[in-house]
């Protein structure tokens, strides 16, 4: 199969807390893997991606590391900030310009 | 460089009427994706464009199609509209290049409700 599943939300934190979002994906081929972020009321905004097994994606404070052992790339910030509030969707790309989302889990950051 | 851009971003049909949906993809962009979002189903993707020709096709009726002009501009048509087709259609482009490369760029999406 070709999905990507990853944690359900809603997930709440507190400014500074420690975030990790999990996804896994289903071991066909190997797959381009990302997260999207999706603010209130927008489109969905690439944050980081990784291509092939152990690359790191990073970006904002976000990091991701692509993990074929485990079949997952997890999101996680060391710091998270109430601006980072919005729906991460995890995604991973196959062969022929496919995208598969998994579910998106919501990160509410409060002060 | 101009993003994605979707028209329109908000309407409103009632049961039985259709709809047609616009993208104008970034420039130089030559695939151009469909997906719709709903909280219930979330992300599910509609069909990909490229050089006219549809690539790729989800999960979806005959009631939704879509089509791509000569300078890559999309549209997609959901006719005989349904309470659930209510739902946040996102288009998004991306470069043509191999496998692992490519990274979609989303509109702001168009919301669609039907009463």
């Known amino acids: 199969g070709n999905s990507v599943t990853q944690m359900e939300g809603p997930v709440t934190l507190s400014e500074e807390a420690f975030l990790t979002i999990n996804c896994t994906y289903t071991?066909?081929?190997?797959?381009?893997l990302f997260w999207y972020v999706q603010y209130p009321g927008e489109g969905l905004q690439l944050l980081l991606k990784?291509?092939?097994?152990?690359d790191k994606g990073s970006n904002k404070g976000f990091e991701a590391t692509y993990r074929k052992e485990t079949t997952s790339f997890h999101l996680e910030k060391g710091s998270v900030q109430v601006s980072d509030s919005a729906v991460y969707f995890c995604?991973?790309?196959?062969?022929?310009?496919?995208?598969?989302f998994g579910t998106g889990t919501s990160l509410t950051v409060i002060p | 460089k101009a993003g994605v851009t979707q028209t329109p971003r908000y309407l409103i049909k009632t049961r039985g009427q259709q709809v047609t949906l616009s993208c104008s993809p970034i420039?130089?962009?030559?695939?151009v994706s469909w997906y719709q979002q709903t909280p219930g189903q979330g992300l599910q993707f509609l069909f990909e464009?490229?050089?006219?020709?549809?690539?790729n096709k989800g999960n979806f009726p005959g009631r939704f199609s879509g089509r791509q002009f000569s300078n890559s501009r999309s549209e997609m048509n959901v006719s005989t509209l349904e309470l659930g087709d209510s739902a946040l259609y996102l288009c998004?482009?991306?470069?043509?290049?191999?496998?692992?490369?490519?990274?979609?760029?989303f509109g702001a999406g168009s919301r669609l409700t039907v009463l």
């Open positions: 464009y490229f050089s006219e020709t549809q690539r």
């Open positions: 071991a066909t081929g190997y797959p381009s």
């Open positions: 998004a482009s991306s470069l043509e290049g191999s496998s692992g490369a490519n990274v979609l760029t």
């Open positions: 990784a291509t092939k097994a152990d």
């Open positions: 420039s130089g962009h030559r695939s």
């Open positions: 995604a991973r790309l196959n062969t022929g310009n496919q995208f598969y």
